[in-house]
């Protein structure tokens, strides 16, 4: 009956470099400890918005640092 979208801005971004750009964001120094015991990861994994796109003819809003601040943002003002 309905149709599954995936909504992304398309950049392939690891865990780390989110974890960087949430950290940067939070004007935070602390670094991420890496176990490495992970077994069987999948490396390289992103959203294609592609269908989203072409059938509904959407674009993103914000980039990833736009959108982490304005979530940040929103949790800082409602959570906390």
């Known amino acids: 009956a309905g149709q ?3 909504f ?3 950049a392939p971004l690891t865990v780390l470099q989110l974890v960087e750009l949430i950290s940067n ?3 935070s120094d602390r670094k991420p400890v890496i176990q490495n015991e992970g077994t069987h990861e999948i490396r390289r994994q992103y959203l294609c918005a592609v ?3 072409e059938v ?3 674009r993103p809003a914000f980039t990833m640092e736009e959108g ?5 943002q929103w949790y800082k003002d409602f959570v906390a």
């Open 68 to 72: 982490l601040r304005k979530t940040i």
């Open 51 to 53: 269908k989203a796109r």
């Open 25 to 27: 964001q939070m004007g």
């Open 56 to 58: 509904l003819g959407w």
């Open 4 to 6: 599954a979208f995936n």
């Open 8 to 10: 992304s801005n398309e």
